[in-house]
């Protein structure tokens, strides 16, 4: 067991704290202290043997760190804030893409950055469509005009991408020389090596460490994300040549024979070759947690260490960490790009450095990447491809407000006048089927002849009424519209708008409809009324 020295001295609410380590001074009254010394600042509450005690943090100037490549850092979770034993939060990110340009690329950009703008019909398009399948999908009973509605809407999207494709994309070709092709093969084999390691990562940010104590030894901390090197084009632009791509971050890097294009979102920067600066250096780097399987591990550490390099054994759960060697990419210009690429493979990334550099050789004197900017416009859309469109989009919007089932708010008008040829429709489409045995009683009204409520009828209407049902028996119709057109062929004036059975037998409907619902149960009660009527005048 070791000895230790320790010695208080107290003034009133102040108390000196003599040990080895040094002086220390706390103020405050029994039960809750203020204190500081050699070990940083504290709080102490409590009494009767049972206290507790919590460092507080320390707002000195930090210290310096060495920048040597030997000095580790460590990785900060993503999402959460840094610690309290560590300096602001560096953002290590390019400026606004607007301002990476050159007279060289001046036309290229413009061409990108204006197409790009362009407001896009396809999506638009897909919702007509999604809609129009949800409300077949929801109909009772589709008709052949809501099929067709639907079938010109897919035709519609298909011609909408593919117009869009043709408006908003940029062909860029080039002409390469032996030479120069030599170098852009060397940079996409630089790419591939690249890419096969098992990790890489965007760096964001970075913090000085104040207390390496807390942080495993580390000098500084880094916030990265995992990011994607790999062989692809951006969008909208067609070329000939395969291209580089790396994410870092809201931009994606696009390595092209003869500069680097920057994309972020709708808008588009460059930076040529000759002005980009890249710098490649190792950095051991501890892995909080399991380390790439192509990492080299050069040592370990431990997540609590004292100055002696060995494990604090204050704190309980105290790991071993492992510290790897990688390799740290960073690309930066005079025009506003800055970015950093760590890979899990040390010594992998100088090869990239050389290719680049080779290029940019090229680049600034002939013979050189030979690019040519076109557009392939297509002879339909050529130059009023937007007018095609909006016809196209107007005729799709007036087949889908066609194509939905005309429903009636309103009572339909009364049975119109008979023609030339002597028919008249006094159709009812919603009468319920005679072939039912128990056909329920009317509730929705798209005719003139429907009826809903119940009261007496006057007496001649009853005595009409008995004198039709003693009459000899009708042959019995299928549909109310079939008796309809029997009425109308038996009593011609009925057809006839404005006629004197035609005004009775528009205003006994209204009135059976009030009071005798029942009365249009039955699909003859277009030949009862107009022979109730017939008695009536025959009287």
């Known amino acids: 067991m070791g000895f230790y020295f320790r010695k208080s001295i107290q003034f009133g609410l102040l108390r000196f704290n003599l040990s080895k380590s040094g002086i220390g001074v706390s103020a405050g009254v029994k039960g809750l202290r203020f204190g500081t010394g050699p070990h940083g600042n504290y709080i102490q509450m409590g009494r009767d043997g049972i206290y507790y005690r919590k460092t507080l943090p320390n707002p000195r100037t930090?210290?310096?760190?060495?920048?040597?490549?030997?000095?580790?850092?460590?990785?900060?979770p993503i999402g959460e804030r840094f610690t309290d034993h560590c300096g602001p939060a560096v953002e290590i990110e390019s400026g606004d893409v607007s301002g990476m340009t050159n007279s060289s690329s001046a036309q290229l950009l413009t061409e990108l950055n204006t197409k790009r703008k362009r407001l896009r019909f396809g999506p638009f398009c897909v919702f007509l469509f999604c809609t129009s399948i949800l409300f077949l999908l929801t109909e009772a009973s589709p008709t052949p005009s809501l099929y067709a509605g639907t079938a010109c809407l897919a035709l519609l999207v298909i011609f909408a991408f593919w117009t869009d494709k043709r408006r908003k994309t940029t062909c860029l070709w080039y002409d390469f020389d032996p030479h120069v092709e030599s170098a852009y093969a060397s940079l996409h084999n630089a790419v591939s090596?690249?890419?096969?390691?098992?990790?890489?990562?965007?760096?964001?940010s970075s913090a000085a460490v104040y207390d390496r104590k807390y942080h495993a030894g580390a000098s500084s901390l880094l916030r990265r994300n995992p990011t994607n090197v790999r062989i692809a084009s951006p969008s909208f632009l067609k070329t000939n040549v395969k291209t580089v791509a790396i994410e870092v971050g809201r931009q994606t890097l696009y390595f092209f024979p003869d500069r680097l294009l920057v994309f972020d979102r709708g808008r588009v920067g460059a930076v040529d070759y000759g002005e980009l600066t890249l710098a490649v250096s190792s950095r051991r780097f501890i892995e909080d947690g399991t380390h790439p399987g192509d990492a080299r591990v050069v040592d370990h550490t431990w997540r609590y260490v004292n100055k002696n390099g060995g494990p604090d054994r204050r704190f309980n759960g105290n790991r071993q960490l492992p510290i790897c060697l990688y390799d740290e990419l960073h690309f930066s210009s005079s025009s506003g790009l800055n970015e950093l690429i760590q890979t899990s493979r040390a010594d992998i990334a100088s090869p990239l450095v050389g290719a680049i550099r080779s290029l940019a050789k090229f680049t600034k004197a002939p013979p050189g990447p030979q690019q040519r900017i076109f557009n392939r416009p297509s002879r339909f859309l050529h130059p009023a491809s937007s007018v095609y469109l909006v016809i196209v989009l107007a005729v799709g919007m007036a087949i889908f407000l066609k194509m939905r089932p005309n429903v009636e708010t309103k009572p339909a008008p009364p049975i119109p006048p008979l023609n030339s040829t002597g028919s008249a429709p006094m159709a009812n489409a919603d009468a319920p089927d005679s072939g039912s045995q128990n056909p329920p009683p009317p509730t929705v009204s798209k005719s003139p002849m429907m009826a809903p409520a119940e009261s007496p009828l006057p007496s001649k209407i009853g005595d009409a009424a008995h004198a039709a049902q003693s009459a000899p028996a009708v042959p019995r119709f299928e549909t109310v519209e079939d008796a309809q057109k029997e009425a109308v062929r038996r009593y011609?004036?009925?057809?006839?708008?404005?006629?004197?059975l035609n005004a009775a037998f528009l205003a006994r409907y209204k009135t059976y409809q009030q009071s005798r619902p029942e009365y249009f149960t039955d699909p003859l009660w277009p030949i009862r009324l107009a022979e109730e009527l017939s008695?009536?005048?025959?009287?």
């Open 535 to 539: 008695a009536l005048n025959t009287k």
């Open 492 to 500: 011609p004036e009925l057809g006839v708008r404005g006629s004197k």
């Open 193 to 204: 090596n690249i890419a096969s390691c098992s990790k890489c990562w965007h760096v964001e």
């Open 62 to 76: 930090p210290r310096q760190v060495s920048n040597q490549p030997q000095t580790p850092s460590l990785p900060s």
